[in-house]
């Protein structure tokens, strides 16, 4: 199966500062990636897919990118509701595969 | 408006079975894949399985292959799982969720049923 590895496992940061998750795959996935966003007791929400498209009615402050095996996920400023937890998950192989997650924390 | 609402989690003794349910609103349901997604206590996201939007493929994690089933039914806007030969690292938040257009991703989800087995 393709292994996800995530980096850092917390993130530490500022309102209002950029945060930069990284996501590496163990395998080529193309730019078959998606980034989601949970926060306790809610449903995950999927944030960008194709490694870089936004998906409907995520702000222009999540920007993802990368293709084959690094992708990143940067969040440009950072607002008191994006402290949460970030996942990738890779579409490109089956199973489907997440990383750990990366903790993004006040 | 677009919904997963899923139900049939409950505490269960190791080695028991239950089956899980996922209610699908607000879209056309017979168009689209389905997911289970778990969680367990501390623990990050884990895919669990797929069925094709006709029920025509089916694939499973390696950890519940053999013990798991995903099925639906169409007419009822229902998806399902039957989970068999329950062990205490199944103990988990079950999520269902849509699979996105072109299966780019998970793109609807419930706000999950727990699992929890223990004697």
């Known amino acids: 199966e393709v292994v996800m590895t995530q980096s850092p496992a917390t993130l530490s940061v500022s309102p209002g500062e950029r945060a930069t998750l990284s996501c590496r795959a163990s395998?080529?996935?193309?730019?078959?990636l998606a980034w989601y966003q949970h926060k306790p007791g809610q449903a995950p929400r999927l944030l960008i897919y194709?490694?870089?498209t936004r998906a409907t009615g995520v702000p222009d402050r999540f920007g993802g990118s990368g293709s084959g095996t690094e992708f990143t996920l940067t969040i440009s400023s950072l607002q008191s509701e994006d402290f949460a937890v970030y996942y990738c998950?890779?579409?490109?192989?089956?199973?489907?595969?997440f990383g750990q997650g990366t903790k993004v924390e006040i | 408006q677009v919904q997963l609402v899923e139900s049939g989690g409950g505490v269960v003794q190791p080695g028991a079975s239950l089956r899980l349910s996922c209610k699908a609103s607000?879209?056309?349901?017979?168009?689209?894949?389905m997911h289970w997604v778990r969680q367990a206590p501390g623990k990050g996201l884990e895919w669990v399985a797929v069925?094709?939007?006709?029920?025509?493929?089916?694939y499973y994690g390696d950890s519940v292959k053999g013990r798991f089933t995903i099925s639906r039914d169409n007419f009822k806007d229902m998806l399902y799982l039957q989970m068999n030969s329950l062990r205490a690292e199944d103990t988990s938040v079950y999520y269902c969720?849509?699979?996105?257009?072109?299966?780019?991703?998970?793109?609807?989800w419930g706000q999950g049923t727990t699992v929890t087995v223990s004697s």
């Open positions: 969720a849509r699979d996105a257009t072109r299966g780019l991703g998970m793109d609807v």
């Open positions: 607000g879209f056309t349901f017979r168009s689209y894949g």
């Open positions: 069925i094709w939007y006709d029920g025509s493929n089916k």
């Open positions: 395998q080529s996935l193309s730019s078959n």
């Open positions: 194709s490694a870089a």
């Open positions: 998950q890779q579409y490109n192989n089956w199973p489907r595969t």
